[in-house]
């Protein structure tokens, strides 16, 4: 706490004491006390801190000072200032009178010097005592505040310099960024700092560190030199989290009060007025928090009206794309200027070769979607949508990265043996998914592979894109693991069931899942996607069936049999299945229903991959789809294809996430290396699971290599996009600011720099400006301890050293006050010395 005093002084003073007073804020005068302007400002006042009070036409200016103290304890310190004059009594010599003749001459000799000694020694003991006093003052951090126009302290400031490093900053007009300008101007504010001043550099963006120097740096070149290496990134803005972090800034440097956060942005609307309003809120809340403590300037590095063409999505229709087949793949490209854009050129690109190009007209404020359907072989390929550049190239284009297969491996575990033809639990199901004509010819690029269930943890899961458990009775502990590593890597598993099948157990085991795996609504999940409950029909009397029901045909696995009746799935006859509870913490979905209204097919993402379960066999017992293959055959190879859909989604992300492998082998155990798009490399980390290695955050849109050495051996792309949020460059101006996010906060805005861009100093006469004292007292008491050494060896020059630094400390305040005065001043001295050396007293 401040223990503030308060020195008042009237410069000029004109109108009546109320008039005063109500201006200040004060409450009415006290008829039984003498009426003074400033009677009723109290301590509780001070302590609430300056109030800003407009300038009335009964007021011309006057002046408040406080001061106080961040460390009033350290006061205590001030009792040693008497040591010296302890010291002094008490080796003071006692002297005995005696009687001697030739006294009267000695002393006769000695009263003409008493009086200069005893003056010497005073001021000797005086200049002692102030060096303890001031070193005292000091260490309890003093400080002072003044109010008033014609009495600014020009004391330090403490300045923290924000610019915005987004993408929308890269934005070139006159062969200037956005971003240049920004760093233009931070320059300036950093070049104009005083001595004394305190400076911090923040950068807004999405990845760390934002705070580019933390330590309060006292010399202007260590924040240029930041400046000059400040990078442009591909980011989107993240205001919010800088607000936090500039809060914590705030307090680095309590020795200074006078604070000033300098934000050079280009104020674009989805950062600094987000639509989604908590996250406006947050904005808002930030900046009113920091003007508390601060004061808020903001230099616009924008320009209003900037128009903006960026291609918004780039997708492929299929989630998986299989080599020599057309893939439809669309882009999405928005004008976001106010004219419309007539036969604008957009390109596809297939490893930076021209595939394909289209010519389309763009509506002003529109969304126009454009339409390929190239070929690719087998292997890693980077496709590429892009538009003839603008001011900002960034979102000119938007990337895929497609890894292309020749075929799909799929794992088939057979829970249920037989001899009989046909009556394995995988038979019907390895016919539907690789179905062959009578010369024995594949027509499907799926590639199944039987196994035994034992036989399920000696086999490498990794060779394969989907996994099919078939009507196996139990699972144990170490084959769960081995399925859940399997979906975390991106797998697809599907569990169908039958008559083998033990339901305890599958509830029991596969909900054992450890508590750091977690969903997508990030609680503990399991791999089954619903809990069974228990066995519904029975297959044997086949007295009651139940046909399927796909309801609306919305989701994906079912959708392509909307329209064709043909397919025969509404035909298929079921006559037992497991009834299954969904769980809505699950996060899954059903997508095919029996009559009853039970599910028949659920399914919910797993980390990477997605598990599928089927209640119902996909063998001839339970069902007659195995025999009626209309609709089975179709019906599985949606499931594949939806399964391994998500395989490779992560082969495609935004700018500010990481990058991640996922391995057939531990990560240890191979050598990683990354290349970003500017030809940097870093060697990825492995991640907790030990299967896989991550990447820091991306900062750059591009394509990105991986390069895994042996035993893998393979390079896999990465495409990094720009969140086109960013895109929008409309932008907030000075009205906007005031109403909508700092709506009754006092702040600066500008478009150029200025040296005191205090605007609100037109309107308010009465500011707040203080300064710390600690480093003037410790440098005064610095000098006394120069002259008390010089004064102990001869007076007379101690003297005048110690006159000439008095004169030299009135001076220069006087200059800063008015150069004129202080000029005459500094005459006035140098004339008075002159004269007093000229008159000194002769000496022999």
């Not at 006294?103 to 060096?131: C, N």
Request: glycine content about 8%; hydrophobic content about 45%; some cysteine.
């Amino acid at each position: 706490m401040l223990w503030y005093g308060k020195v008042i002084r009237v410069l000029t003073q004109r109108g009546s004491p109320d008039s005063f007073r109500s201006q200040l804020g004060s409450g009415p005068a006290d008829p039984r006390t003498p009426a003074h302007p400033y009677r009723q400002i109290s301590l509780a006042g001070m302590l609430n801190g300056p109030k800003f009070v407009p300038m009335g036409p009964s007021m011309s200016s006057a002046l408040l000072l406080a001061f106080g103290f961040a460390s009033p304890l350290m006061l205590w310190g001030l009792a040693i200032g008497g040591a010296p004059i302890l010291i002094h009594l008490l080796h003071r010599r006692r002297y005995i009178e005696m009687p001697w003749a030739a006294m009267r001459f000695l002393m006769a000799a000695t009263k003409k010097q008493s009086r200069r000694l005893r003056f010497e020694q005073i001021l000797l003991l005086i200049v002692r005592t102030l060096i303890v006093l001031l070193v005292a003052a000091a260490l309890a951090r003093p400080s002072v505040e003044t109010f008033g126009e014609y009495f600014r302290a020009e004391g330090p400031r403490h300045r923290i310099i924000v610019i915005d490093a987004t993408f929308s900053m890269g934005y070139r007009s006159q062969d200037k960024s956005r971003f240049d300008r920004a760093r233009e101007l931070a320059r300036q504010i950093a070049g104009t700092a005083r001595q004394g001043d305190a400076m911090q550099l923040v950068r807004i963006g999405e990845s760390m560190p934002r705070v580019i120097v933390k330590q309060p740096a006292y010399q202007a070149s260590a924040v240029l030199e930041e400046i000059e290496q400040l990078p442009l990134l591909d980011e989107r803005v993240d205001v919010s989290v800088v607000l936090n972090e500039i809060d914590e800034l705030l307090t680095m440097v309590p020795e200074i009060s006078r604070k000033e956060i300098y934000f050079l942005t280009d104020l674009q609307i989805a950062g600094w007025a987000p639509k989604d309003s908590t996250e406006a809120a947050r904005v808002k809340s930030g900046l009113k928090r920091l003007s508390e403590r601060s004061k808020l300037f903001f230099l616009d590095a924008g320009q209003p009206g900037t128009a903006n063409t960026a291609i918004t999505s780039l997708r492929a229709a299929d989630g998986f794309v299989l080599s020599g087949r057309p893939v439809p793949m669309s882009a999405s490209i928005r004008n976001y200027g106010t004219s419309g854009a007539v036969g604008q050129l957009v390109e596809l690109l297939i490893d930076d070769r021209l595939a394909d190009t289209q010519q389309v007209d763009l509506p002003a404020e529109t969304d126009v979607r454009v339409d390929f359907k190239p070929a690719f072989a087998n292997g890693e390929h980077r496709v590429e949508v892009r538009l003839k550049p603008d001011g900002l190239k960034v979102d000119d284009s938007r990337r895929l990265a497609i890894p292309v297969r020749d075929e799909l491996q799929v794992l088939l575990v057979n829970g249920k043996p037989s001899g009989e033809p046909m009556g394995n639990a995988t038979d019907f199901l390895k016919l539907a998914l690789a179905p062959e004509l009578p010369n024995r010819t594949q027509i499907s690029p799926i590639r199944p592979t039987v196994i035994r269930e034992g036989e399920l943890l000696g086999t490498d899961l990794a060779r394969f894109d989907c996994v099919f458990v078939c009507n196996v009775a139990m699972l144990t502990d170490r084959e769960a693991e081995v399925l859940r590593s399997y979906l975390e890597a991106g797998g697809g598993v599907v569990f169908c069931l039958g008559d083998q099948v033990r339901p305890d157990n599958y509830n029991q085991v596969l909900s054992k899942i450890p508590t750091n795996v977690r969903g997508p609504s990030g609680t503990a999940t399991s791999l089954l996607p619903a809990r069974l409950i228990e066995k519904v029909g029975d297959a044997k009397r086949k007295e009651t069936s139940f046909e399927f029901d796909p309801g609306d045909y919305s989701h994906p696995i079912v959708r392509p049999f909307q329209g064709n009746p043909g397919a025969g799935l509404e035909l298929t006859k079921t006559f037992a299945y497991f009834k299954a509870q969904v769980s809505d913490e699950r996060e899954a979905s059903v997508a095919l229903r029996f009559s009853s209204g039970d599910p028949a097919i659920i399914e919910a993402p797993f980390g990477r991959g997605r598990v599928i379960l089927i209640t119902t066999s996909v063998d001839r017992e339970w069902s007659t789809w195995a025999v009626w293959g209309h609709s089975l055959i179709p019906l599985m190879h949606e499931i594949v294809n939806f399964a391994v859909s998500s395989r490779w989604s992560d082969r495609d992300i935004l700018v500010g996430q990481s990058i991640v492998s996922h391995l057939p082998v531990r990560a240890t155990d191979v050598a990683a290396v990354l290349q970003t798009p500017n030809g940097d490399s870093q060697a990825p980390v492995a991640a907790g699971d030990g299967r896989s290695v991550i990447s820091e955050p991306t900062t750059r849109a591009g394509f990105h290599k991986m390069v895994l050495g042996p035993p893998i051996g393979r390079t896999e792309w990465f495409a990094v996009n720009v969140d086109t949020q960013e895109s929008d460059l409309a932008s907030l101006r000075q009205d906007d600011l005031r109403s909508e996010v700092l709506p009754g906060i006092d702040f600066g805005y500008q478009t150029e720099w200025e040296d005191t861009p205090v605007s609100a100093e037109k309107t308010v006469r009465v500011v707040s400006t203080s300064s710390g004292l600690s480093r003037s007292f410790l440098l005064a008491a610095l000098c006394l301890l120069v002259i008390e050494q010089v004064m102990a060896w001869r007076f007379t020059p101690g003297a005048i050293l110690l006159f000439a630094v008095i004169l030299i400390a009135i001076t220069a305040w006087a200059w800063s006050a008015s150069p004129l005065s202080g000029a005459a001043l500094l005459l006035i001295s140098v004339l008075a010395m002159t004269l007093t050396w000229l008159r000194r007293p002769a000496t022999s």
